[in-house]
Each structure stands twice: as C-alpha cells, then as structure tokens.
C-alpha cells in the first residue's frame, strides 16, 4: 500500500510532520500588532501582515489542483513511456509512490523441440511356402499349387513339415517348377516421445511501456480549497490514482490511464507425441532343401516383407525341408507432434489513474 504526503485537512489541524506550520499566520498577526505601535494614519501598513497566515495560494510554488478523493493516491507527478528513457522523480517530488506497466506485448514462446525414439519391432516368419507347377510368378491360370507350409509357431528352425516328393506331377506338369514364400509380417509397438531440445530461457520484456508516479514530501492547501503540488515537469502529468480498473475518474482529472503491476503467463506448450510408426519392414534368409535334415541345399535367399518371394525351381525338385534366420529388422519411425506454443501473457494488478488535462 502506497501513504502519500499530508492532505489538507491534515495541515489544518496543523498535525506533525505534515511540513506547514500555522505560525505564518500568526506571525503576520503579530506584524499587525507592531503596525499600530505606528502613529496616527500609518498604523493601517502594519496591519496588513497579518492578514498573509490565511493567502496559501501565495505560498504554492507549482499548480493548484483539485485534492485526492477518499481512497484516492495523490496528487502525483506521472510519466509514463519506453523503458530505455524512465526519469527519476522531480526534486520537488522525490518519493517513488508507484510503478507500473503498460501496452503488454506478446513476444513469440520457443517451445522444446519434440522427437520420437523409433518403435519397438519384430519380425514373425512366414508359414505360408507353396510349390508352383508354373514358373515365377506362379500364379498363372491353371497353375496347381501344392503346400510346402511350415508349422504355426516357427522359430526359423530346419522343419520336414509338408515336403514334396521329386519328380510329382500336378494335371501332368511337375509340382514343383517354382517356389513362393509368403511375405514376413512386421509388428511395432508405440513410439515414446521425448523432447530433443529444451526451449531457450525466454529474455524478451513483454511491457513495451514503463510508468512511474512521483509525490511530493509535503502538500499545502490553496486558498481555494485546493491542493498545491509542485509543477509538473516536461513529460509528466499532475493526477491521483486508485488500485483497480473500475473507478469513474473523479472531477477534476478527466484523463484516464491504466497501468498494471505484474503478468500472468498463461502460455504453455503442447505435450510431445508420436504418430502412428510407418516403414517398419524385416529380411529374412530362407533355405529349402532337397533332403529332410536341412543339409542338402537346393536354394537360399533374402525374403523381405515388402513383397511375397518366388524363386525358379528345377523342375520336380523334391523339396524335403527348409528353415528361415531373421537377417535385419527396421522398426520404422513415427511422426513427432506437439511442442506448440498456446495461450497467452495477460496483465494483472490493474490501478487507474486519472490526470488533469
């Protein structure tokens, strides 16, 4: 709470510290006094100093304004502009009685910059190996297929599962003259978003105006029942204030100003997230052979999971066994989102202030 200097019912009743002495009055009395100590017609010049204890007007120095209302500050000296050119107080006003803010600005929020660890990702084999009786691709019209399918569950290990003999024929054609193997599937989890980058430590002034209020040590009354106060400097204006924003500006100080005390940061950033993950894919070796024990070898090669596989056979090839090594997994990526700046700055701590025109 800011307590301004004397008020004048105050120096009426001629309370301490208010810094205006009621003897001026009485002094002047006491000149009249030594006016009649005169003779005859000159009696009359020394009288008239005692009539100065009730000409306060003859004693303000500055301006002569209406006093502050009940519940008002002031009067007071105010600037108000840019914060690079803030004044110190007058020295007929040298007490600091308020300091503010105005015309709150929106500077730009850096938020943390988000990111995505990559999915967790495996690979299941394929259990679906067929045997064409027509080459790559296989799947010509009035092509037999005959399965070469491997278990539910396979881990990859050598199987005798389904073989083919050699030399069997299908409508005629051998069996076997290629082989497909079905596509791997690729199964990913979630993404974990993390923050790649913290946001820099904001440095920006949102106030793009300052504003001060200056009172004087003591006020004295003038004669009109006013308040003098010390003349207001270049680039300052004489007016009272009040803590809040909705006061009606009393008579006499028809300009209204709001400054605010303090800001309220309601921006925030959004949470990081991740997007669906996308480009996952697995490679495979797989390896068919002639025999039941995975020893002769008849053919080999990568399978991958973009595309089913087919690989030219000799044809009625026997196929007795096969088995599968997961070569490379890529768990793909996912989108990162967030990190979006919302929200706003808004002032608070609003006082007015009413000044003369």
Not at 272 to 294: E, H, K, N
Request: hydrophobic share 35%; charged share 15%.
């Amino acid at each position: 709470m800011i307590t301004g200097p004397c008020l004048p019912e105050e120096i009426e009743h001629n309370l301490s510290g208010c810094g205006v002495l009621r003897d001026a009055g009485a002094d002047g009395g006491q000149g009249g006094a030594g006016g009649q100590g005169g003779a005859g017609d000159e009696t009359s010049a020394g009288g008239q100093g005692g009539s100065g204890g009730d000409m306060h007007s003859s004693l303000c120095s500055g301006q002569c304004t209406p006093p502050a209302p009940l519940g008002w500050f002031g009067p007071a000296l105010l600037w108000f502009g840019p914060a690079k050119a803030v004044p110190d107080c007058p020295a007929d006003a040298p007490t600091l009685g308020y300091e503010g803010f105005a015309d709150l600005q929106q500077p730009p929020m850096d938020c943390a910059v988000c990111a995505c660890d990559p999915p967790e990702a495996s690979c299941a084999l394929p259990t679906g190996w067929a045997a064409s009786s027509a080459s790559c691709p296989g799947d010509e019209p009035g092509t037999v297929m005959t399965s070469f399918a491997a278990p539910d569950g396979w881990d990859g290990a050598c199987t005798a599962a389904n073989p083919i003999p050699e030399d069997q024929l299908c409508d005629g054609e051998p069996c076997v003259q290629s082989l497909t193997i079905a596509a791997p599937s690729v199964t990913t989890g979630a993404c974990s978003p993390r923050i790649d980058a913290p946001p820099p430590v904001p440095r920006l002034d949102p106030w793009a105006t300052r504003a001060r209020a200056c009172l004087a040590g003591a006020y004295t009354a003038c004669d009109d029942a006013t308040t003098c106060v010390p003349a207001a400097p270049s680039g300052f204006l004489t007016c009272v204030y009040h803590e809040g924003d909705d006061a009606s500006c009393p008579e006499g100080y028809a300009v209204k100003h709001v400054f605010f005390e303090d800001v309220i940061d309601g921006r925030e950033c959004t949470p990081c997230g991740c997007g669906d993950p996308t480009g996952a894919s697995c490679t495979l070796m797989a390896s068919v052979y002639r025999d039941a024990a995975c020893t002769d070898l008849l053919a080999s090669n990568l399978v991958s999971s973009s595309v089913p596989f087919c690989v030219v056979t000799p044809p009625g090839a026997g196929l007795g066994s096969k088995s599968a090594v997961i070569a490379d997994v890529e768990p793909g990526a996912c989108a990162p989102h967030g990190g979006e700046p919302v929200g706003e700055l808004q002032a608070s701590a609003p006082s007015t202030f009413c000044c003369t025109a």
